[in-house]
């Protein structure tokens, strides 16, 4: 009976440390400090990347979904390039490199298998959109009397055959595969337009007002932002803005057009952005008041929730700079994402899901490559927030103690000396 009691007392101890931990976490910083400090973890979660991509995380993803190869080694890129930029030149040497070793990996036959060579552009707007946002990147790091020539022109060619494209169609929307046309991919596509115009001399100002134009006569009239998937010919809109796009469309749009990256991204704040049980914030894969069914994009939903989406809404909120809502959505993740640290490595979800770190380690060091870092908008996430979930660790914590306090309170009451005391037996009455 007291190794039975002392084995109690063990695992209320780890229940108890457990909510502890629960409760650091939920409120211990977990994004950057602004655009140019580093978020808290990011550089080990990097590191554990690496070396899945190294072990094949790349080719399991692809087992997931048809993007999944590309997105784990495109995300690491970028993230990379994030990370870099917001470090002084002569300290970018490691996110240059890695930078370039994700480039090389989607440049091969490899990162162009799941996608045709006969649409226009060649290979599709996802995988030229994508591509080339990384390859802008690889020269953003690097100070321009620095560049290599052979990326520079890489880039500027690229980005001319992405342009030219989009001149020749009727619709803002180009295909990403034969016959399909999603507006995000077309969004990031031009979101490196204006990438290549900051860093090179501008070319493409024209051909993104056009796009710009075109995509404002197409918002889905159910929620006045861009839709989630189009028919190709027209751009019409096909189906009703859903968040797994629409969060991803948040993190480019900015870069574009400011002043109707705002307006849009208020809306899919107001539409999108929900708390299930006043737990904290969660990104609804539809908007209030509607429900539609999952997909291998959306993952599971409960009670309408899109866990992807909430991730990659971290990073719209910081480049929006929405503060209250990306570190409201950080430290959410660090409560329920499961992380195991270690002094090199940083992975969520145990490590199962590489691309799911390759997501959120790009959502977290969010910040604008091209406009300026926008006036945060009107706070909708209270510093209360926190308070029921706090709550709930606590009693988390005292409900294993239950057993030893009622055992204690009966002691008390039958007269009987506690046996944490024998020294005080004598002096009882």
């Known amino acids: 009976m007291r190794i039975m009691r002392w084995a109690g007392r063990v695992a209320a101890g780890l229940v108890s440390l457990a909510a502890l931990l629960g409760a650091v976490r939920l409120v211990a910083?977990?994004?950057?400090?602004?655009?140019?400090?580093?978020?808290?973890?990011?550089?080990?979660?990097?590191?554990?990347?690496?070396?899945?991509?190294?072990?094949?995380?790349?080719?399991?993803?692809?087992?997931?979904?048809?993007?999944?190869?590309?997105?784990?080694?495109?995300?690491?890129?970028?993230?990379?390039?994030d990370s870099g930029l917001r470090a002084a030149h002569g300290e970018r040497d490691t996110a240059l490199r890695e930078?370039?070793?994700?480039?090389?990996?989607?440049?091969?036959?490899?990162?162009?298998?799941?996608?045709?060579?006969?649409?226009?552009?060649?290979?599709?707007?996802?995988y030229q959109g994508w591509t080339n946002w990384l390859r802008g990147g690889v020269l953003a790091l690097q100070a321009p009397q620095h560049r290599d020539p052979a990326e520079v022109r890489r880039f500027a060619g690229a980005s001319a055959a992405l342009a030219a494209a989009f001149d020749a169609s009727a619709s803002p929307y180009l295909p990403a595969y034969p016959g399909q046309a999603w507006p995000v991919d077309s969004t990031v596509a031009v979101a490196s337009l204006r990438l290549h115009d900051s860093l090179l001399p501008p070319r493409f100002d024209p051909a993104v007002r056009r796009w710009l134009d075109g995509v404002r006569q197409r918002l889905d009239p159910r929620t006045g932002l861009m839709p989630h998937r189009v028919d190709l010919a027209t751009g019409a809109p096909?189906?009703?803005?859903?968040?797994?796009?629409?969060?991803?469309?948040?993190?480019?749009?900015?870069?574009?057009?400011?002043?109707?990256?705002?307006?849009?991204?208020?809306?899919?704040?107001?539409?999108?952005?929900?708390?299930?049980?006043?737990?904290?914030?969660?990104?609804?894969?539809y908007p209030r008041g509607t429900d539609g069914p999952a997909d291998v994009d959306s993952g599971p939903l409960p009670l309408g929730v899109s866990f992807s989406a909430t991730v990659v809404t971290l990073g719209a909120a910081q480049v929006q700079g929405d503060a209250a809502l990306a570190s409201a959505l950080a430290n959410?993740?660090?409560?329920?994402?499961?992380?195991?640290?270690?002094?090199?490595?940083?992975?969520?979800?145990?490590?199962?899901?590489?691309?799911?770190?390759?997501?959120?380690?790009?959502s977290k060091t969010a910040r604008p490559w091209v406009s300026p870092a926008p006036e945060p908008p009107p706070a909708t996430v209270s510093g209360w927030w926190r308070l029921p979930l706090l709550s709930l660790l606590a009693l988390v914590a005292a409900l294993p103690w239950l057993p030893e306090l009622l055992r204690w309170r009966r002691r008390r009451l039958s007269g009987a000396p506690a046996r944490?005391?024998?020294?005080?037996?004598?002096l009882l009455p």
Do not use: M, N
Not at 250 to 274: K, M, N, S, T, W
């Open 29 to 81: 910083p977990a994004t950057a400090p602004g655009p140019t400090g580093d978020a808290p973890g990011v550089a080990r979660q990097l590191t554990f990347l690496r070396q899945a991509l190294d072990g094949g995380a790349g080719d399991d993803a692809q087992a997931l979904f048809p993007e999944g190869w590309f997105f784990a080694h495109v995300l690491y890129g970028l993230a990379r390039v």
């Open 99 to 126: 930078a370039r070793w994700a480039l090389e990996r989607l440049e091969s036959p490899a990162g162009r298998a799941p996608f045709s060579p006969d649409l226009a552009p060649a290979y599709g707007v996802f």
């Open 238 to 285: 096909a189906e009703v803005a859903r968040a797994t796009s629409q969060s991803l469309i948040h993190r480019f749009i900015g870069e574009i057009d400011p002043a109707f990256a705002r307006a849009q991204y208020l809306r899919f704040r107001e539409l999108y952005v929900v708390s299930p049980l006043s737990l904290g914030p969660a990104t609804r894969e």
């Open 332 to 362: 959410y993740g660090e409560l329920v994402g499961l992380p195991v640290d270690t002094p090199h490595t940083k992975r969520y979800a145990l490590g199962l899901l590489p691309v799911g770190d390759a997501f959120l380690a790009w």
């Open 420 to 426: 944490a005391r024998p020294a005080a037996v004598g």
